[in-house]
């Protein structure tokens, strides 16, 4: 807008200047050749009027001609004032910084608001504020009477009693002398919303992790230690009255025995399941740690004829040991929930889904229904009694919760054929 004016007055000077040269010259030229060509006085007379009419219909044309030009531009200025402020759909209001009455303020404010904008105007900034509003910005007023621009967020009052937070951009400039200010005003009620509720979920996930760290430590040992009493006197009462038992009493002692020591197994993977240390993620070559969940799992590999088929591997970022807990997890279910009449057989491989590696491990067991494929990641889930497949239920859940502590995701299809395919996401080296 300053550049705009100092543009037509620059247009007005330099008329101005051609108007007055062109006036120097016409007076001062034309007189002379009026008087060398009209000796007679009262031919002079009446030329020098007709001259002096001539100048004045032409100087009330070049003023004509100005008036126009400058009406046009105040016009178009006016048009794009409308265009730009009145009709804009971003909430904008002028207020005076010394009464903080309301100058100016467009449509979209009154929709803001919930007003009549032209009813909006000559009233004061504070009738739409709470008292707090009012109060903050009756203290940063000689902050904005110095500076052009700044930024804050108010809590203005709609019709119905509502109170929306908004965003405040506003620019102070001078006007014939006063101080006004223009506000641009974007309604973040539901961004403040949702950071609150945000900021309240992590509050009770942080009392949450809390209270986990708190069971971890009460399983690791204010719990066993009544197990581990238990277990010492059925055990000692194994062995000090095995001769006055009989063979039903030994049985049941070896139930007790039995149970107590699942106890623990049980025990001992929620500990695992509630232990939450931040993982470390590093770029690790994905087939060294399959070779060392492998070397662990040999024996039970062996003891079902189990054939394992890995594929070139990429480098991924993850946390080595949670990966290996992962891949533990999925090959010992792999051996796990063979079918006992068909060779146990087992593939490992990687597709790049760019920025991620999808993992796969495929096998040809008995499968898993569609209805349960969301289920078996829960804590504790079985499908299969105890008898028939060993295990607590806990192994999925934990794979699933490394998974997702770097970001990842983990789901299970059907495999071609019969069995089940096991996927998962991890980060490439380079994401």
């Avoid at 110095?146 to 009693?161: N, P």
């Amino acid at each position: 807008m300053d550049a705009r004016i100092t543009s037509i007055g620059s247009i007005a000077l330099r008329m101005a200047l051609g108007y007055a040269v062109f006036g120097c010259v016409w007076i001062l030229g034309s007189d002379h050749v009026v008087a060398i060509l009209f000796q007679d006085p009262a031919s002079l007379t009446i030329v020098q009027s007709w001259k002096g009419l001539f100048f004045v219909l032409l100087s009330s044309v070049l003023i004509f001609a100005m008036g126009a030009f400058f009406m046009r531009a105040l016009a178009a200025s006016e048009y794009r004032y409308r265009s730009l402020f009145a009709d804009s759909p971003e909430a904008l209001v002028i207020y005076d910084l010394d009464s903080l009455l309301i100058v100016d303020a467009n449509a979209a404010v009154g929709r803001l608001l919930g007003h009549d904008s032209t009813a909006m105007i000559d009233r004061l900034v504070s009738d739409f504020m709470p008292q707090p509003t009012t109060d903050a910005l009756t203290r940063s007023l000689p902050r904005l009477r110095e500076l052009s621009q700044s930024t804050a967020v108010w809590r203005l009052r709609h019709q119905d009693g509502r109170e929306l937070d908004i965003s405040i951009h506003g620019q102070t400039y001078l006007e014939k002398g006063r101080r006004l200010r223009q506000v641009l005003l974007i309604d973040i009620t539901a961004r403040v919303r949702a950071e609150t509720e945000l900021l309240r979920t992590l509050d009770e996930l942080a009392s949450t992790n809390e209270r986990m760290r708190e069971l971890g430590h009460a399983i690791s040992h204010d719990l066993q230690e009544p197990l581990r009493q238990i277990t010492s006197f059925v055990q000692l009462l194994e062995r000090r009255y095995a001769d006055r038992l009989d063979a039903e009493a030994t049985q049941f002692i070896g139930y007790a025995v039995e149970g107590v020591a699942r106890l623990k197994t049980l025990l001992a993977d929620v500990e695992d399941f509630t232990v939450h240390t931040g993982p470390q993620p590093e770029s690790v070559a994905a087939n060294a740690v399959i070779d060392t969940v492998l070397n662990d799992l040999e024996r039970s590999i062996d003891g079902a004829h189990a054939q394992v088929a890995v594929g070139g591997l990429p480098r991924v970022l993850a946390d080595p040991r949670r990966l290996a807990v992962v891949f533990h997890t999925l090959l010992d279910n792999a051996v796990k929930f063979r079918r006992p009449d068909v060779p146990c057989e087992i593939v490992i491989s990687a597709t790049d889904e760019g920025r991620d590696w999808v993992f796969r491990v495929q096998d040809n067991g008995i499968g898993i229904e569609p209805e349960f494929r969301t289920s078996v990641f829960s804590l504790f889930r079985r499908l299969h009694t105890r008898q028939r497949i060993p295990g607590n239920g806990t192994g999925l859940a934990l794979a699933k919760k490394m998974v997702e502590s770097w970001g990842g995701r983990i789901w299970v299809e059907a495999a071609p054929g019969g069995g089940s395919v096991f996927a998962f996401t991890v980060p490439g080296a380079d994401a």
